[in-house]
C-alpha cells in the first residue's frame, strides 16, 4: 500500500507523523473520503468543494489547489492496485509546541492521503438491510465540518455495535418544543420514507452534507419519485415505511430494524428497489477521470 504524505509517495510502513502533529494532541484537522470506482474518483469536484468548507470552518488554508490535489489523487489511485478505491485525505494543522490557539507564525499543514480497497455491501447485506440503534446527537454544533475529532462518532457506532446493529441514527431535541428531530447517522446520511416520499433532513450545521445524499436527491428527482427536504421529527423515524443509510462507501443501504423493531415490513422496500440500481448505473456512468 502505498500512501502520500507531505509531498512524497512512500509504503504505509514508512510514514510517519510526529507526535506533536496537532492532529494527534488536539484533533485539529479535516478529512475527506472519496469513493473510486473503475480507477476514476467519483464527484472529485465536489469533494473537494466540500473539503474546502471543512478547511475554512476550522481557518485553516488549503494547502493545495485543486489541480495539485486532482494530481496528488491520481497518482495514488494509479500507484495502488484495484479499480475500486477509496481515498482518504487527512490535513492537521501540522507540527508545533503544545497550545490549543493556532501556532503563530502559521507552521506547514500535514497532508496524509492514503487508498483502501472499496467493498461496498454485498448482495446478502443489501437483501437483508441492516439493524440500527437511535441514540441522542450529543455532538458540538459544527457537524458539516468534516473534523478529525471523532470521538462522538466513535462511541455512537460503538453504541451502535454493542447492540448487534450496524448504525446509530441520531436524535437531538428542539430547545424550545423538546420535540426529537433526526440529524444524521454516526457515519452517514439517513433518508426516511413515507407514503411513497423520499423525505431528506434539510443540510445544515447538525449534519455532513454528504455527497452521497446529494446524488440520491438528484437521482429521486430526475426519476420523478417524490420528495421533500425538510425537518424529520422523531416519530416520523419510528413510524416509516423505510430507512435508507447513505455514504461514500456503503453507497445506498436499507435499515430494515430500528430498536429491536421491525422497519415497515422488515425487508427492504420499493424505495430502496427503486433507487439502489440507479445510483449503481449512475455512478458507473458520470464518472469524470481526475
Ligand atoms: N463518512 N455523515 C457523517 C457523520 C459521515 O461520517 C459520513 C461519511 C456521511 C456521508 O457522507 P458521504 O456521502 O459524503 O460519504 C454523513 C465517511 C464515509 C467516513 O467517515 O468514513
Redesign the pocket.
Known amino acids: 500500500m502505498t500512501v502520500y504524505l507531505n509531498g512524497k509517495f512512500m509504503p504505509i510502513a514508512e510514514a510517519y507523523v510526529p507526535v506533536l502533529d496537532r492532529g494527534f494532541i488536539f484533533g485539529d484537522g479535516v478529512?475527506e473520503?472519496i469513493p473510486v470506482y473503475s480507477k476514476c474518483a467519483f464527484r472529485l469536484d465536489e469533494?473537494l468543494q466540500?473539503l474546502q468548507h471543512s478547511l475554512d470552518g476550522i481557518r485553516l488554508a488549503n494547502p493545495h489547489s485543486n489541480a495539485e490535489w486532482t494530481q496528488i489523487l491520481s497518482e495514488l489511485i494509479a500507484r495502488n492496485a484495484g479499480e475500486d478505491q477509496y481515498l482518504?485525505l487527512h490535513i492537521t494543522r501540522g507540527v508545533a509546541r503544545r497550545d490549543h490557539a493556532f501556532p503563530q507564525p502559521p507552521v506547514p499543514a500535514t497532508v496524509y492521503a492514503m487508498s483502501s480497497p472499496l467493498l461496498p455491501p454485498d448482495n446478502a447485506l443489501l437483501a437483508s438491510g441492516v439493524a440500527a440503534v437511535t441514540a441522542v446527537d450529543n455532538r458540538w454544533l459544527h457537524?458539516d465540518i468534516?473534523a478529525i475529532s471523532?470521538l462522538p462518532?466513535v462511541l455512537l457506532r460503538q453504541q451502535a455495535v454493542d447492540a448487534g446493529c450496524a448504525e446509530a441514527i441520531l436524535l437531538r431535541h428542539d430547545p424550545i418544543t423538546g420535540s426529537g428531530f433526526m440529524t444524521?447517522?454516526?457515519?452517514?446520511?439517513i433518508f426516511v420514507v413515507k407514503n411513497n416520499t423520499l423525505l431528506a433532513p434539510p443540510k445544515d450545521n447538525l449534519?455532513?452534507?454528504?455527497?452521497?445524499?446529494d446524488v440520491v436527491l438528484e437521482l429521486a428527482r430526475a426519476a420523478g419519485i417524490a420528495h421533500e427536504v425538510r425537518k424529520i421529527t422523531e416519530a416520523e423515524v419510528r413510524n416509516a415505511d423505510e430507512l435508507l443509510l447513505?455514504?461514500?462507501?456503503?453507497e445506498i443501504l436499507a435499515i430494515t430494524t430500528l430498536d429491536g423493531k421491525p422497519v415497515g415490513r422488515g425487508k427492504p422496500g420499493a424505495m430502496f428497489a427503486q433507487l439502489y440500481p440507479l445510483y449503481q448505473k449512475f455512478k458507473h456512468e458520470v464518472m469524470r477521470k481526475p
Open positions: 478529512y473520503v469533494h466540500r482518504y457537524c468534516k471523532l462518532n444524521e447517522g454516526a457515519a452517514s446520511n449534519m455532513l452534507p454528504g455527497i452521497t445524499y447513505t455514504s461514500s462507501t456503503k
